[in-house]
């Protein structure tokens, strides 16, 4: 997907350098958030090559931590409890991006260990002509229902950062909090009867594709298929209630190559970057108003009345332990 619909965004110009530089980024799958676009960006604009990379941020981190030593990364990009959690853990250098300061208190690290690029709301990406007839689902309950037996998806909760915080969405919409996951742990137990689809890692093609009808996912990745895609798709915030979560990066500690992985954050944080995401149908760190035509697209502000945010720090201190929850307790 081109980004041409926001180049009046982009204030200034980044020259590329004479020759191409490399900068290795975990977590940056090309089918998610449009990566894709924001790479091919990063080379036009910089001249900097970054491999597509497919882990999620379980995986990412497990990969930091295993490197410690040896870094191969340059830069991560992770959900914000993974991210809180590698600045907790010494894996990340600070760094405060170009753009640091208009990202909203709460959504980054004081010291610049971690920061936020983009948000997305939690729902479901709906596949409305795998659905062989049953109605679009507008609610959690809705999932356990048996004329949606087989068609479930949702990435596993105790490994992915979108399945952790599905999981949280549906805790809430039970009411549950931080401190008391019981609602989710019920929810998923009740759903296993339903036989859901538990993969690890990104499923956008597996929606696209029908194989996964419905899939708990992000409102972004829903839109992006809706407008985009061949086939019918819709996006929906359940009934109940969701959640919105930020997406962050940070710097690796002891890169091999910190020098690209500072200039390649600063483009994602520049007015040019962060117009690539809200192309993608993702709402920017850094306040960014959506133009009309975009903003057409969404479901109304009065939907989005019905997600909430949380304290992600403590939403980071608890996903460990639910994650040993839902692999001890959901069948």
């Not at 419905?214 to 359940?238: C, H, M, S």
Request: with cysteine.
């Amino acid at each position: 997907m081109k980004h041409t619909l926001f180049a009046a965004l982009a204030a200034t110009a980044v020259a590329a350098p004479a020759l191409a530089d490399e900068a290795v980024c975990y977590n940056c799958p090309p089918q998610w958030a449009d990566w894709a676009s924001m790479l091919e960006a990063i080379d036009e604009n910089l001249g900097i090559k970054m491999p597509h990379d497919n882990k999620n941020s379980g995986q990412t981190i497990s990969q930091l931590i295993a490197e410690r030593a040896s870094p191969v990364a340059d830069v991560a990009y992770y959900g914000v409890t993974t991210g809180i959690k590698a600045g907790a853990d010494g894996l990340v250098e600070p760094y405060k991006p170009a753009g640091f300061d208009e990202i909203p208190a709460g959504l980054k690290d004081v010291d610049g260990n971690w920061f936020a690029i983009h948000y997305g709301t939690m729902g479901f990406f709906v596949n409305v002509d795998a659905l062989a007839g049953a109605p679009v689902p507008q609610c959690f309950a809705d999932l356990t229902k048996p004329e949606y037996r087989g068609m479930v998806g949702y990435l596993d909760p105790s490994s992915a950062f979108v399945g952790y915080a599905g999981a949280l969405a549906a805790n809430l919409a039970f009411g549950g909090d931080l401190t008391n996951f019981d609602p989710a742990i019920k929810y998923f137990n009740d759903l296993a009867e339903n036989d859901p689809i538990v993969p690890k890692q990104t499923s956008y093609a597996r929606v696209v594709s029908g194989e996964i009808p419905i899939l708990f996912d992000y409102d972004f990745n829903a839109y992006r298929g809706k407008y985009e895609e061949d086939g019918n798709f819709e996006f929906v915030l359940p009934c109940e209630g969701s959640l919105r979560v930020p997406y962050v990066m940070s710097l690796v500690k002891n890169a091999p190559n910190p020098d690209a992985g500072k200039r390649v954050l600063d483009f994602i944080l520049s007015d040019e970057g962060q117009a690539i995401w809200t192309n993608a149908y993702l709402q920017p760190a850094r306040p960014v108003e959506l133009p009309a035509e975009v903003a057409a697209k969404f479901l109304p502000a009065s939907e989005y009345e019905r997600a909430v945010a949380v304290d992600y720090g403590e939403m980071a201190a608890v996903q460990a332990a639910f994650g040993e929850r839902y692999l001890s307790e959901v069948r």
